[in-house]
DNA sequence: TTTTTATTCACATGATAATGTGATTGGCAG
DNA sequence: CTGCCAATCACATTATCATGTGAATAAAAA
């Protein structure tokens, strides 16, 4: 039986969601209030859900400052966001903060229960056009120069055998060469990056220093 | 009409999912080829696809090289990844390349058709384990939770210094112990990690996954 | 108290890795 | 055209690792 909280200012919104969720037999969802505050005095006295669904824009205390005081405190209660925000700050914000989902408002019930088992069974339910969002922080970010590899492609790709714990034989067959090949590929990658064990390489290969 | 192209080097799969997606009336999928390099040769020749489904072990060239190679020439090509790799590694390395979306192999087709239209429309279709590691990756502030290590703390030792690229006799002299005490601890840890060489505990270390 | 568990050490053997030496091929640059 | 280099393969030797078996001690848990 998964616990639910929602804070949620609109009383429309929070009712709907709290008779829809406390109806479903696998879930309960017996409290649900329109602020941070309220459902800090609420943690106190009884016993913490296990998915809180939280609103950003609040009377008080906003959402994403609660996700953190309320994380701290109870680290184990998984928060999710739901919110008609989609501006990349407060989502970076919430993911921050602490947030282990971030749904928009217009999502549908059935999909914001799936979302709720998704999340506790260790998934990261996000709408569409939030994860396209937190996809393209990442192609921003890319101005990081490696550190002038030197090595040719076949090397990095016995560097990525040798990273995926293979053995000589293994990365053999893998590219379908020798295994002397192999050996004498690791003997110019050694003398290239000045090493002289697989554990060097593996350990230089994942610190991102190829 | 949604023209679809893969790049995996399993027949199998690459025929399966090929037979699936051009049954659909709404897509079409007529390339379906094993190496990034047979992909840019089609590239040259006949009118690029919408959507790439692509593996990221291949022969040749990796998928996550073939991301940034393709994107460069085709920046309206949408790159959706399917493989069996989770680790956060490749996960940031092929959305920095310029990924759309992440898939899992074990995705049914159904979900795959649904992930094509999704990211067609605008989302990012991830997996719910990948959407939870690219959100990890926010959360770097707070202490994430490691999968509890169960080893002991003289066999975290041991496995520094394997990650520092010590052999067992330096291991040895700088926990001023016997090689052979140094030899039991690595055994018990191979037995706790599931592996079998420094290989695979160094990579497991450095990828956070002890 | 009895039983695990962590830590320590020893001996032994087959497997794998590290290193040396040498050689062939095909592409590219001077 | 020629030398350089990436990539391929072979053979050989020593070093290191992986694994099995066995055991002692002290501390923690049952």
Redesign the interface.
């Known amino acids: 039986m998964i616990k639910i909280g929602i804070v949620e200012d609109n009383v429309k919104i929070r009712n709907l969601i709290q008779r829809y969720l406390d109806m479903q037999k696998e879930m309960s969802c017996s409290v649900a209030v329109d602020s941070v505050e309220e459902m800090l005095d609420h943690l106190k006295k009884f016993d913490a859900p296990d998915v809180l669904l939280m609103d950003i824009q609040l009377p008080g205390m906003s959402g994403i400052e609660g996700i953190g005081i309320i994380?701290k405190e109870y680290p184990d209660i998984e928060i999710l966001m739901l919110t008609v925000y989609h501006d990349s700050h407060k989502i970076?914000d919430s993911?921050?903060a602490?947030?282990?989902?971030y749904l928009l408002k217009h999502t549908s019930l059935p999909e914001i229960k799936e979302s709720i088992e998704?999340l506790v069974?260790?998934?990261?339910?996000?709408s569409?056009?939030i994860?396209?969002k937190?996809?393209q922080y990442?192609?921003k970010?890319?101005p990081q120069q490696k550190p002038e590899s030197n090595l040719t492609?076949r090397e990095q790709?016995i560097v990525?055998g040798?990273?995926?714990?293979?053995?000589y034989k293994l990365i053999a067959d893998r590219y379908d060469i020798s295994i002397d090949t192999v050996r004498a590929h690791i003997r110019n990658i050694y003398k290239k990056l000045h090493?002289n064990?697989?554990?060097?390489v593996?350990?230089k290969s994942?610190?991102g220093e190829i």
């Open positions: 994380k970076f993911l921050v602490g947030a282990s989902g998704n069974t260790g998934g990261a339910p996000m569409p056009q994860a396209r937190v996809i990442f192609k970010s890319e492609s790709d990525n040798l990273v995926d714990g293979l053995s090493v064990s697989k554990a060097e593996i350990a994942l610190r």
